[in-house]
């Protein structure tokens, strides 16, 4: 499995629109703790639908992308944080040590 970079305003407003499951990861380059989380969601998202887009926004670097999830989205910000969106709604929403590829497999059941 491969990260998409979230880079754009224009890919959130598509990530709205698409139907089925995506998954956002928000980190912070300069944070050890955003390191490890990313590291262990790596280590198992062989487990994650192969078809499923894995968008990585490095939040350092787009701050105000950043803000638009948060917003769009309906969630606190969080650093780091994944979001599983379904059909353009955010259905899951982890943080820190909470973020788990096992946890987001079990609200795509």
């Known amino acids: 499995m491969e990260w998409i970079s979230l880079e754009s305003a ?4 598509n990530i709205k629109q698409q139907q089925g499951y995506t998954l956002i990861f928000k980190h912070s380059t300069r944070c050890s703790i955003s390191m490890m989380a990313k590291r262990r969601f790596e280590l198992d998202w062989e487990d994650l639908p192969d078809d499923m887009p894995l968008y990585f926004l ?3 670097k787009y701050r105000e ?6 917003n769009d989205f309906q969630v606190h910000h969080e650093s780091p944080q994944l979001l599983l969106i379904k059909d ?3 259905v899951l ?3 820190h040590g909470a973020i788990s590829v096992d946890e ?6």
């Open 88 to 90: 353009g709604e955010c």
């Open 104 to 109: 987001a497999i079990s609200v795509l059941a």
């Open 93 to 95: 929403d982890q943080s």
């Open 10 to 13: 224009n890919q959130i407003d």
């Open 58 to 60: 490095d939040l350092i």
């Open 65 to 70: 992308l950043s803000a638009k999830v948060a």
